[in-house]
Structure formats: structure tokens, C-alpha cells
């Protein structure tokens, strides 16, 4: 796996950098770390071992969503870290319990993607505007109904989720890139996700951490071209007022 640091707060951890970029990120806080996401199985030891060699421990493991490449260490880091806390959306923690149902308020399009069933259950539903440590929850729905973001307060860093992708060029989930289709793919509802992605940028990020690809730094010029094109792609679609 490839590790690398960026600014003073975010650790990225990549399985597969050069062909299927999967990222789990470790955020420092003053005595504690948290993790956001847990890749696929077999990354729990390194990801634990690598927490152990910035000699803090891990105190918060929290989901983006409940899609297999981001749960799928989930079971295992569980057992490596009994105490840490699970967190994930209210919306998601239906997904991850394996209910596929929507809400009627939903769009009612059947969630895309895959879903790994997992034992361990979450010990915290989280809310829009709560905070974990610096870090505030934004809601990020789309790619999955009830995917969440999580903004660093202190440095301006934003872990998307799959809100965006930057493989190979930071891109809206739902937009399909030849060159790395699986995102679009495994989009629950376009227009939404679009959404989403405007309201992102609204925070002003100054780095953009995604599940899959490099981190961007200085976001913003990429975050609207990506935008943009999304919002391009619909309206050929048919679908810029969200069918």
C-alpha cells in the first residue's frame, strides 16, 4: 500500500495506486486519529499497523457510505479496534444492514453499486453539521442516498467520499470516464449526486481527498470544470432537473 501525507492533518492509504486506487484516510487530531473509511478486505493489519506507527491510536472509524470498497476492512479493524467508534449516516446504516428499500421522499431509482453485509454495527448515527474531532459532516447524497463528506475546519480539507472521483482527473459521480467507469457506474441517482457536487464546492476546499485517486490540492478550478461537465452530460441526458 502507498501512504502519503498531505499537510499537517491527512494521511492517504492507497491499495492498488496504480491500477484501481482504492483510499482510506487517517486524520490527525491532537491525541487521537480517525478513520475515514476501510477499503477492501485485507487492508485492516496495515492500515492498524500504520496507525500504530504515527503512535496514536485510532478512536473513530467513520464510513462514507456503505458501498463494499469502502466497508469491506470494516469486520476486521472492528476486532483489531473493539473500542473505537463506528459512525455512519443514519440513511447508509440501512444500506450496511443490507435493507435496499428507498424512502418516499427518495428517488425512487434502486441503489446501484455493491453492498457488502457486514456484522459489526454501528455505534453512531451521524448527522448533517455534527462534528467528529475537526472534522463536520456534509451531506454528499447521490452516489449513494445517504453518502456524507467529512470537512477538515482546521486546514480546509474535504474526504468526499465518492462525491468526486480524480481518476484520472477530479470528476462528479454519475459522470462516466472511460478510463475509470466504476464510480458512474455504481451511482444511485445522477442528479442528486450533481447537487451534491455543487454544494461541495461551496465550502471552499483547499484540498480534495476522494475514495478513488490522487488528492487534489487547490481544488476549485477542477471541482467546477468537473461540475460543469456533469451538468452538460444531464442536460444530453434529458435529465438536468433530475428524473
Known amino acids: 500500500m502507498r501512504v ?20 482510506t484516510y487517517l486524520v490527525r487530531e491532537e491525541a487521537c486519529l480517525t478513520l475515514i473509511d476501510t477499503g477492501i478486505p485485507g487492508m485492516a493489519k496495515e492500515i492498524f499497523q500504520i496507525a500504530q506507527g504515527m503512535g496514536l491510536p485510532i478512536t473513530s472509524i467513520v464510513l462514507t457510505h456503505a ?3 469502502h ?13 473505537a467508534e463506528v459512525a455512519i449516516s443514519a440513511r447508509d446504516a440501512r444500506l450496511l444492514g443490507g435493507d435496499m ?12 453499486g455493491s453492498f457488502q453485509k457486514v456484522a459489526t454495527t454501528p455505534t453512531r448515527l451521524l448527522g448533517i453539521g455534527e462534528h467528529i474531532g475537526s472534522l463536520r ?16 475546519e482546521r486546514d480546509g480539507s ?17 459522470t462516466l470516464r472511460l ?10 441517482h445522477y442528479p442528486t ?13 483547499t484540498r480534495l481527498a476522494t475514495g478513488h485517486g490522487d488528492v487534489a490540492e487547490q481544488p476549485l478550478d477542477a471541482m467546477d470544470a468537473a461540475i460543469a461537465a456533469a451538468a452538460r452530460d444531464l442536460a444530453q441526458k434529458g435529465l438536468a432537473h433530475g428524473a
Open 4 to 23: 502519503t501525507q498531505h499537510g499537517a492533518y491527512l494521511t492517504q492509504i492507497t491499495r492498488f495506486p496504480r491500477f484501481f486506487p482504492i483510499n
Open 179 to 188: 478510463a475509470f467507469p466504476f464510480p458512474a457506474i455504481a451511482t444511485w
Open 158 to 174: 474535504l474526504i468526499a467520499g465518492d462525491a468526486f472521483h480524480t481518476r484520472p482527473s477530479v470528476t462528479v459521480a454519475g
Open 137 to 152: 459532516v456534509v451531506a454528499a447524497p447521490g452516489h449513494t442516498p445517504g453518502q456524507i463528506a467529512l470537512y477538515d
Open 193 to 205: 449526486a450533481l447537487a451534491s457536487a455543487r454544494a461541495l464546492r461551496e465550502l471552499r476546499p
Open 71 to 83: 466497508v469491506g476492512s470494516l469486520d476486521a479493524l472492528h476486532t483489531l479496534l473493539p473500542s
Open 101 to 112: 428499500g428507498l424512502l418516499p421522499n427518495e428517488p425512487q431509482t434502486k441503489p446501484r
Open 67 to 69: 458501498h463494499g470498497d
